[in-house]
């Protein structure tokens, strides 16, 4: 099968399809035939090789992928062949065209939720339901502030947040991508390249301040997100790229918290809910992913250029 192997690491042009052994499911394991390869941040910080964890080389990046069970190991009762899946996580690289994975990984694919969409699931849609729910509690009434909503967490968390009857205020650093979050019911759509947005934000809240940031780049935002906070508010670190100097006061003086998200920690019992209620939420229509730029597998490089760019509108997907 053809794939994406990492030899060395360093620019997008690392990247390089090769012919490589077809995977063999072993007990527990299923073979997917990849239809749809989502494209996330982290493997371009992989790639590079700034990363704290890094894999041994050569490797296959990626995590998220939707397609057909092609075969499944001894053992496998959660799927047959032929069922249509999202993966969370693989064995050996979503960057391909089959991959293996562990049978607790892959996740039914509802009806009507296409490929494409399904390869935006695995780290956005987790990411954001574990960020809003389980680590920040938040409740339906709440009012939720979604600090780089046009992405592919930000929108998951746009949809999540506003199907448990929270109110959305979303920003976006393009008008284009501000418009897309007006068009996914977000209450409020700010510019977070606007120096005023937090203030416009507690605004927006009647002045109390709002209950929750998710933050997508806290080395930029954290120390201007805790003024914007309510009494016992709760910013969610969830994006980071640097380092950032708060002034903790703004903290006690409300009783607020500052907590961090690593999808690699989640918890086995967090993890079966979160995607028990993500399947659900495809489903039943609340959850639908956006997809932004589709690409030609071997267009891997054009891919991790373009995620880091800014202007997002939703998620870069490759097609084997
Ligand atoms: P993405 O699709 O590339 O989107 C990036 C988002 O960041 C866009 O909405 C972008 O908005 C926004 N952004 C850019 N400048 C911003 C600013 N000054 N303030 C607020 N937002 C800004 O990436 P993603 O998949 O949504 O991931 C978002 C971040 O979370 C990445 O840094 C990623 O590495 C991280 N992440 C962490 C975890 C975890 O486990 N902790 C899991 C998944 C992702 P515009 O393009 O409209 O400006």
């Given at each position: ?11 997008p042009?690392?990247l ?5 052994d ?12 990849v239809?749809?390869i989502?494209i ?13 964890v890094?894999?041994?080389l ?11 069970v092609a075969?499944v190991?001894?053992?496998?009762k ?6 249509r899946v ?12 089959m991959?293996?994975?562990?049978a607790?990984?892959?996740h039914?694919l509802?009806?009507?939720i296409?490929?494409q ?30 600090h ?6 930000g929108i ?11 109110t ?8 284009e991508g ?6 996914l ?17 507690r605004k927006?809240?009647g ?7 998710l ?7 954290l ?24 002034n ?12 961090g998200?690593a999808?690699?920690h989640?918890?086995p019992?967090e993890?079966?809910?979160?995607h ?15 997809i932004?730029?589709?690409?030609p ?13 800014p202007?997002a509108?939703?998620k870069?997907?490759?097609i084997?």
């Open positions: 099968m053809k794939a994406i192997r990492v030899k060395e690491f360093g620019g042009e690392v390089q399809t090769a012919t490589v077809d995977p063999v499911p072993a007990e527990g394991q299923v073979l997917v035939r239809r749809a989502g996330n941040p982290v493997e371009t910080y992989i790639r590079s090789g700034q990363y704290a890094l894999p041994p050569p490797y296959t990046p990626g995590a998220d992928a939707a397609g057909e075969a190991g001894t053992g496998v959660q799927v047959k062949v032929g069922d999202y993966t969370a996580g693989t064995l050996t690289g979503a960057y391909a065209e991959t293996l994975v562990e607790g990984k892959v039914a509802p009806d009507g296409s490929f969409q399904g390869a935006a699931i695995g780290v956005p849609y987790a990411t954001a339901y574990h960020s809003l729910f389980q680590r920040a509690h938040a409740r339906p009434g709440d009012t939720v502030m979604i780089g909503a046009t992405g592919g967490v998951a968390a746009v949809q999540l947040a506003r199907g448990a009857g929270m959305v205020i979303a920003t976006g650093g393009t008008p501000r418009a897309m979050l007006e068009e019911g977000a209450d409020h759509v700010l510019d977070h390249r606007a120096d005023d947005h937090l203030d416009q934000a927006l809240s002045g109390r301040g709002v209950d929750v940031i933050e997508m780049l806290a080395d930029v935002n120390g201007k997100d805790l003024p914007a906070l309510a009494h016992e508010g709760r910013v969610v670190v969830i994006g980071n790229r640097g380092t950032v100097e708060i903790a006061r703004d903290l006690m003086q409300r009783r607020a918290s500052i907590l998200t999808l690699a989640v918890k019992d993890y079966r809910s979160l028990a209620a993500l399947v659900a939420g495809l489903a039943n229509g609340t959850l639908n992913p956006i932004s730029r589709e690409l597998m071997d267009q891997a490089p054009e891919a991790h250029t373009l995620v880091m760019e202007g509108r939703g870069i997907v490759l084997p």
